[in-house]
Nanobody, 122 residues
Framework: QVQLVESGGGSVQAGGSLRLSCATSDTTISVYCMGWFRQVPGKGREWVAHIRSSGATKYLFSVEGRFTISRDDAKNTLYLQMNSLKSEDTGMYYC????????????????WGQGTQVTVSS
């Protein structure tokens, strides 16, 4: 069982930045596709970005150019740099791992963290 632990959330004003981290002690994490997701109360979990084991990335249209996903497999850590934050970026942010040589659909990721809250005030 891969355990993922998110950190770095907090409260910021619109236009600010935050850097989320997702750490694991599992060294096999490097083979997985890893993603960031967010959820607000009453809505489903929304995919934000993913990064393949190759390093290839893909982003939700509304965050492209503002968010950057990266991974440091030597440190078994996934990151999400969030700049120019908007109030609509508010939510609980989760990291997940799953899929070898492919990235699953949202609810098909195998391993999930507990989430870290991001609140952006306008």
């Amino acid at each position: 069982q891969v355990q993922l632990v998110e950190s770095g959330g907090g409260s910021v004003q619109a236009g600010g930045s935050l850097r989320l981290s997702c750490a694991t002690s599992d060294t096999t994490i490097s083979v997985y596709c890893m993603g960031w997701f967010r959820q607000v109360p009453g809505k489903g979990r929304e995919w934000v970005a993913h990064i393949r084991s190759s390093g290839a990335t893909k982003y939700l249209f509304s965050v492209e150019g503002r968010f950057t996903i990266s991974r440091d497999d030597a440190k078994n850590t996934l990151y999400l740099q969030m700049n120019s934050l908007k109030s609509e970026d508010t939510g609980m942010y989760y990291c997940a791992a799953g899929g070898v040589n492919y990235c699953p659909t949202v609810y098909s990721y195998e391993f999930w963290g507990q989430g870290t809250q991001v609140t952006v005030s306008s």
